[in-house]
């Protein structure tokens, strides 16, 4: 091979790692049964390659090459640890010189339990969003912060702490045994699921989506639907990502104003990722669906709508008052407030809302007194209706967000 220009090469590992560098520390972790000495092995192999691909030039197969590299690492640091008889039998073809790349369904098995490993509920939910976002996303530290808008050295204390707490209390890297399953599963969805909030309506900031957070959620919602194909809710949260993802291009103005759903224009939204979404929903519903797929329902209801007048608003609050027994929030009340407000009228839809304002989970929620602004308004109770949408402008942290009620706020003031 001829020598490349080292600026071809480290693009080249950049792109590799970002596509490859989940399987090959999935399948290092099974070798080593360490996710966190995984990624360092990973990351030697990242920098071999830095180092040889400039002389060498870029291989053909660039994800085999550091999959192989990766493996000799593991394989030489288990020799050093002395275990490298009792391991020998357990690598198998794994040892050899050249190894084949490994088969879709070990790969698969492999990504499976580091999913799982990355969300393990031992860990907290920030740790275990950072660490997967890392693992399985391939985001660097600074992605991750830049995403979440907390300090770099915050993303980085919150990997080490998640991988020396898998370590100390000996996480197997394995899948979860039967009758830990759903919970299991509950807290990986939970994680893809916080991912793509972030991206779909970010809590602070100058922006008011991340799409490429909405992006790499669907990516690992998609793995997963392709790994556990028979899990109705993983089809249900896939569904109900793709529907709103679909929206994504119109929920912003040309200056990246924020713009509510009534006023999309729906000519922009994804058609291909609202057929996808139907179909996802469609093979939830047949496996028997829980509270991700009542939500991809309520989803589809938008996205069969012409219009805001077309939608099946009664479907809507009847949906939202199912998913309420199914899954009780004051989120979810606060939602059915809407639907209920645009079916059977904004007084109806008030009382919903008054009822759940003493919850202290919606204390700091800027939603909350923005849906009463909204039904306050719309019954001509404009003075309420402008406090209540001062109210949200200084609960929440998103400035575009914070332009938005402080413009509906000025939209309820009497005309000069």
């Known amino acids: 091979?001829?020598?490349?220009?080292?600026?071809?090469?480290?693009?080249?590992?950049?792109?590799?790692?970002?596509?490859?560098?989940?399987?090959?520390?999935?399948?290092?972790?099974?070798?080593?049964?360490?996710?966190?000495?995984?990624?360092?092995?990973?990351?030697?192999?990242?920098?071999?390659?830095?180092?040889?691909?400039?002389?060498?030039?870029?291989?053909?197969?660039?994800?085999?090459?550091?999959?192989?590299?990766?493996?000799?690492?593991?394989?030489?640091?288990?020799?050093?640890?002395?275990?490298?008889?009792?391991?020998?039998?357990?690598?198998?073809?794994?040892?050899?010189?050249?190894?084949?790349?490994?088969?879709?369904?070990?790969?698969?098995?492999d990504l499976l339990r580091l999913v799982f490993t990355t969300c393990h509920p031992v860990l907290?939910?920030?740790?275990?969003?950072?660490?997967?976002?890392?693992?399985?996303?391939?985001?660097t530290t600074d992605e991750i912060a830049r995403a979440f808008l907390v300090p770099e050295p915050t993303v980085a204390q919150r990997i080490v702490r998640a991988k020396r707490t898998l370590a100390t209390r000996q996480v197997p890297f394995e899948l979860p045994p039967p009758a830990a399953?759903?919970?299991?599963?509950?807290?990986?969805?939970?994680?893809?699921?916080?991912?793509?909030?972030?991206?779909?309506?970010?809590?602070?900031?100058?922006?008011?989506?991340?799409?490429?957070?909405?992006?790499?959620?669907?990516?690992?919602?998609?793995?997963?639907?392709?790994?556990?194909?028979?899990?109705?809710?993983?089809?249900?949260?896939?569904?109900l990502m793709e529907l709103q993802a679909s929206r994504l291009r119109a929920r912003t103005g040309p200056a990246g104003e924020a713009i509510l759903l009534p006023d999309q224009d729906r000519r922009r939204w994804d058609r291909l990722l609202i057929r996808r979404g139907l179909e996802a929903l469609d093979r939830a519903e047949a496996l028997g669906g829980g509270p991700y797929t009542l939500q991809a329902a309520i989803a589809a209801c938008h996205a069969?709508?012409?219009?805001?007048?077309?939608?099946?608003?009664?479907?809507?609050?009847?949906?939202?008052?199912?998913?309420?027994?199914?899954?009780?929030?004051?989120?979810?009340?606060?939602?059915?407030?809407?639907?209920?407000?645009?079916?059977?009228?904004p007084a109806r839809g008030l009382e919903v809302v008054d009822a759940v304002v003493s919850e202290r989970a919606l204390a700091s929620y800027p939603l909350l007194p923005a849906v009463r602004g909204d039904l306050l308004a719309k019954l001509g109770r404009l003075d309420e209706a402008r406090q209540e949408f001062e109210r949200a402008a200084t609960l929440t942290r998103n400035e575009r967000e914070r332009a938005l009620f402080l413009d509906r706020a000025d939209a309820c003031r009497p005309s000069p």
């Open 304 to 345: 069969r709508a012409f219009g805001p007048d077309d939608t099946d608003w009664p479907r809507i609050a009847a949906l939202y008052l199912l998913l309420g027994h199914v899954s009780p929030s004051p989120i979810v009340e606060l939602n059915r407030a809407v639907a209920v407000g645009m079916a059977a009228g």
């Open 1 to 109: 091979m001829a020598a490349t220009d080292p600026r071809v090469v480290h693009r080249a590992v950049e792109a590799v790692w970002r596509i490859d560098s989940a399987q090959i520390i999935a399948s290092l972790a099974r070798i080593v049964r360490d996710v966190g000495l995984a990624e360092e092995l990973a990351q030697d192999a990242m920098v071999i390659a830095l180092e040889q691909w400039p002389r060498s030039g870029v291989p053909d197969d660039p994800g085999p090459w550091l999959m192989a590299t990766a493996k000799h690492r593991a394989i030489d640091l288990l020799r050093r640890r002395g275990r490298y008889e009792r391991k020998l039998q357990e690598l198998g073809r794994q040892i050899e010189p050249e190894p084949p790349p490994a088969e879709p369904e070990d790969i698969g098995d």
């Open 181 to 239: 399953l759903a919970e299991r599963l509950s807290s990986v969805l939970e994680v893809i699921y916080l991912v793509f909030n972030e991206g779909y309506a970010a809590t602070a900031g100058e922006h008011w989506t991340r799409p490429d957070l909405c992006a790499e959620a669907l990516r690992l919602g998609q793995i997963l639907a392709g790994l556990i194909p028979r899990e109705p809710e993983v089809h249900g949260l896939v569904a």
């Open 124 to 139: 907290p939910t920030e740790g275990r969003v950072a660490l997967t976002l890392r693992l399985l996303g391939g985001l």
